[in-house]
């Protein structure tokens, strides 16, 4: 006979050898029975309600959409819009002018420029992005090191998932993502990863293209993308590293190979014409190992060793 370990907090132990925890089935009881999902990074199963779901799922992109169409805005378009100007006073008296819906935009829209100046030239944003560094690297544990971890643990792991732009991690979201399989999530990881740093990069190649590279705001606008783009890419780079990695660990249950981070798919470097295989090949030269290869580039031909400042 042989004996196959489940992952922690799918199967019964004790007696109940053998059998799965509620809502779980398949090989190692890595599957979630019809009309459930995997939620918690995998860990539980939860029961979807098929209406609600589709509601929530409309509600999430407006959010998400409504979102990113702000920080696109303070990301790309605010420095090609007023470049080394403030707003012009006209353009907040037509807000102000617009009614109680006007002013409280235009108020809020002044309390959050000053937030985010005093933000950017304080040493707290250094602080946050250390914590959230060191964040992402500790919630990789629960992937790499399959383990019971303490509930209490996992729990705070899932409800700061949205650090590491982890969605599926986020409570609630399984049922949301359940038709999906891993090649769809890599495939959005990667392309909305790219696609994000394209557009904050429009306003940059705009002026290029139509001969303002010498305009005086050309330089803000320049180095607002950069800053936007390194940030992000910062902010996304140990979640994407770990999503394209995960496509290529498996577990073999009884002569079948799967896919360890979705038991529906067939491990990726069994099937090299999948793409899967195909797509997170080129994901990992692209990205675990392209992205230091391009700041190792940046550094040295833009004299990066030249760039800080002695300490005192």
Known sequence: ARIYRCFPGRCKGGAGIGQCEGGKMGP??????????????????????????????????????????VVWYYAAWKAFI??????????????????????????VSRLWDQLIYYFLRSHYLAYLKVFISFWQVITTLRVNIRIAWPKELMRLWSLTASLRLSILDIPGTGCLMREYKYTDV??????????????????TVYMIAVGQKKAAKFDRVFNSFC???????FLTYPTMCMV????????????????????????????????????????????????PALMWWVLRNWRGAGMGHPKK
Request: net charge negative; charged share 15%; glycine share 10%.
């Open 28 to 69: 190692v009881c890595a599957l979630c029975v019809e009309g459930w999902a995997l939620t918690g990074g995998g860990a539980n199963c939860e029961e979807c309600d098929a209406g609600a779901a589709n509601a929530v799922r409309v509600a999430v992109a407006a959010i998400l959409l409504i979102a990113f169409l």
């Open 82 to 107: 007023y470049g080394d100007s403030e707003p012009a006073p006209e353009v907040e008296s037509i807000a102000e002018g617009t009614g109680c819906i006007g002013r409280a935009v235009a108020h």
């Open 186 to 203: 890599l495939l959005a990881y990667t392309l909305v990863t790219v696609l994000v740093t394209v557009l904050f990069g429009i306003p």
């Open 227 to 233: 800053f936007s783009s390194t940030f992000w890419m």
């Open 244 to 291: 394209v990695i995960s496509t290529f660990r498996c577990q073999e249950v009884q002569d079948e190979w799967y896919l360890s981070s979705d038991f529906r798919e067939h491990c990726s470097w069994k099937e090299p014409g999948s793409l899967l295989f195909i797509w997170g090949l080129g994901s990992t030269l692209v990205i675990p190992l392209g992205v």
